[in-house]
């Protein structure tokens, strides 16, 4: 008997010893790939909507485990969106609000507080942040906004490299060597996979330019939007039809302008050269192999066009160039995709794809983003995660990239911090819809006056409606019926049929203003930093002039 329970009390507490040390050890803990993209517009992923392109490698993430349609960015900007990823906070609580200053590295971020419980954390590809990024064993970036041809990284070992090359193509290659080789077996990791594409110039691989130069792709019934009742949007300087270049973004060679009697061509020398002009021989042979037919043809057909066609033409050279890159993120996302599986790295690993805002693909008439319309306050979300996401579903809760720290630490068992203000995704993940009842998100744009002239606004969305409050030298409100109106063409607000329901949303949006810490006076702390940082030349390509304009514009509105 004695021996007996001397057996039992071993063979328990090998137990207790196995069952505590299976809770620590750090290898049982899921590992975390996180890949984002620049600018990847939801239109543009078949696990969406398959009219433009087909993205099966992106969408396998969908069949493995959740497709979310209403997940969304806070302010629709490329380094306040991934501030707010690492962070786990609000622009206006970060501080990150614009692309212009650098990001405070005081700020805490989920990577640090992962690494610090025993994950291992790699970054490869486009942060855009100003500085480097705290709490990676291993990183390699691109500077600012990195290069399509031949890019410079910044990396945590080597300083500064160059490689030769397409980026899509070198930052999936370092991100499996990484894996294959530096990476620890016996520890958990965390993986950041960020694509410079499909960003601005839009500049593919050669080995998709025949392709995608050759295809014709619908047209988005708003591509003609008139603007009428929303003035911001009429002000805003993204219309295909006026405002991309002709040579960097449409690939006019100078020298095709130069022959032609059109001066209201205006020859972007320098982001040409920036871009197409970093190919070396042989890309730049393969390159003219295929965009010599679209300057002759353009040369020809030029003279004739009207704006009609000309919006038309310029969509289609707008299109063809964008979605040729994404092609490679396609392809290259499942070569990683391929590893994790064929190395059984599938199976306890949580993997999400998203983009740090989304983009109008010639809806309004528009390309890039900012708006809290859609198309760019809407990001794609795919999430994996065996054995707890169900297979091929589909979430339209309203989340956004304000709640990926949190749902990383939470996926990781680590504690979060109570100052972080968004909520972990894993109830909805795992199906437990009784611990989630968000009803609205809240969204703020600063970066203005700046490159493509979107005015600041604030808003509080809902699945049904919009309440959209432009404050800057506009000052106006807008009222979206997302139901009635889901392309956003018509603002109701003061129209009396909507007079309960705009009330209401006043009171919500000062609620969640209030619960989020936002304010008009954080909104003149910020307009102050801003223009008070104005050189000589203006700011983000918008003249000195023009911005005296509008503050002389905004005081005598104030008066
Ligand atoms: C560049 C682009 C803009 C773009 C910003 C911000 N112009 O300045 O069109 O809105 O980046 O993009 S470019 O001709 O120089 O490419 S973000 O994704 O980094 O926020
Ligand atoms: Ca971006």
């Keep these: 008997m004695k021996n007996f329970i001397y057996i039992l009390g071993i063979a328990t507490l090998l137990f207790i010893g196995c069952d505590s040390k299976k809770e620590e050890t750090p290898s049982e803990k899921p590992n975390i790939v996180f890949i984002m993209s620049d600018d990847h517009a939801y239109q543009a992923i078949s696990a969406y909507d398959n009219s433009l392109i087909e993205t099966p490698n992106i969408d396998r993430i969908a069949k493995m485990g959740m497709l979310f349609t209403n997940a969304s960015v806070t302010n629709s900007i490329c380094a306040p969106s991934r501030a707010v990823i690492l962070t786990g906070k609000h622009s206006h609580i970060n501080g990150k609000v614009d692309n212009h200053f650098p990001f405070d590295t005081t700020n805490v971020t989920f990577p640090q507080i992962l690494q610090k419980a025993g994950y291992q954390t790699a970054m490869f590809g486009k942060l855009h942040f100003g500085n480097n990024p705290k709490g990676f064993d291993q990183f390699k970036i691109l500077p600012g906004q990195g290069d399509y041809y031949n890019p410079d990284f910044i990396t945590k070992n080597e300083g500064e490299i160059n490689v030769k090359g397409?980026?899509?193509?070198?930052?999936?290659?370092?991100?499996?060597?990484?894996?294959?080789?530096?990476?620890?077996?016996?520890?958990?990791?965390?993986?950041?996979?960020?694509?410079?594409?499909?960003?601005r110039a839009w500049l593919m691989a050669e080995r998709h330019m025949k392709e995608f130069t050759n295809r014709t792709f619908p047209e988005p019934s708003t591509l003609f939007d008139n603007y009428e009742g929303r003035p911001a949007a009429a002000e805003?300087?993204?219309?295909?039809?006026?405002?991309?270049?002709?040579?960097?973004?449409?690939?006019?060679y100078p020298e095709t302008i130069d022959a032609m009697n059109a001066p209201e061509l205006v020859i972007d020398e320098g982001r040409f050269e920036n871009s197409v002009g970093r190919m070396d021989t042989k890309q730049l042979a393969n390159f003219k192999a295929q965009y010599d037919k679209i300057n002759a043809d353009f040369k020809n057909n030029y003279p004739?066009?009207?704006?009609?066609?000309?919006?038309?033409?310029?969509?289609?050279?707008?299109?063809?160039?964008?979605?040729?890159?994404?092609?490679?993120?396609?392809?290259?996302v499942g070569r990683v995709l391929d590893y994790l599986e064929e190395n059984n790295l599938m199976e306890n690993t949580i993997i999400v794809y998203t983009s740090d805002q989304g983009f109008y693909l010639g809806e309004h008439g528009w390309f890039d983003k900012r708006f809290v319309y859609d198309e760019s306050f809407k990001t794609p979300l795919l999430v994996s995660w065996p054995d707890k996401i169900k297979p091929g579903t589909t979430s339209d809760e309203m989340v956004q990239n304000l709640d990926f720290a949190q749902t990383f630490l939470d996926v990781a068992g680590v504690e979060q911090p109570s100052d972080m203000q968004g909520e972990s995704l894993v109830p909805i993940l795992t199906g437990k819809m009784e611990n989630w009842d968000r009803e609205a998100v809240y969204y703020h744009y600063y970066e203005y006056p700046a490159e493509h002239m979107v005015n600041?606004?604030?808003?509080?969305i809902t699945k049904e409606y919009k309440l959209i409050h432009y404050y800057f030298d506009l000052d106006y409100w807008e009222l979206i019926d997302r139901k009635k109106d889901p392309k956003e063409l018509t603002n109701v607000y003061d129209d009396p049929a909507y007079a309960d329901i705009?009330?209401?949303?006043?009171?919500?949006?000062?609620?969640?203003?209030?619960?989020?810490?936002?304010?008009?006076?954080?909104?003149?702390?910020?307009?102050?930093?801003?223009?008070?940082?104005?050189?000589?030349?203006?700011?983000?390509?918008?003249?000195?002039?023009?911005?005296?304009?509008?503050?002389?514009?905004?005081?005598?509105?104030?008066?």
């Design 166 to 199: 397409y980026v899509t193509d070198i930052i999936t290659d370092m991100t499996l060597n990484w894996l294959k080789t530096e990476r620890k077996q016996e520890d958990p990791f965390l993986l950041m996979y960020l694509h410079k594409a499909p960003h």
């Design 236 to 252: 805003a300087e993204m219309s295909i039809l006026k405002h991309l270049s002709w040579t960097s973004d449409n690939k006019i």
């Design 304 to 332: 004739a066009l009207n704006d009609e066609d000309k919006m038309r033409w310029r969509y289609q050279r707008y299109i063809q160039d964008y979605l040729g890159t994404i092609k490679s993120v396609d392809e290259n």
């Design 456 to 460: 600041r606004h604030y808003a509080i």
């Design 502 to 559: 705009q009330d209401k949303l006043h009171k919500e949006l000062e609620a969640v203003r209030k619960k989020y810490g936002d304010s008009d006076e954080l909104n003149n702390k910020y307009i102050d930093t801003f223009m008070g940082d104005v050189g000589d030349n203006g700011i983000f390509g918008v003249n000195k002039k023009k911005l005296n304009q509008i503050i002389e514009k905004r005081k005598s509105d104030k008066k």
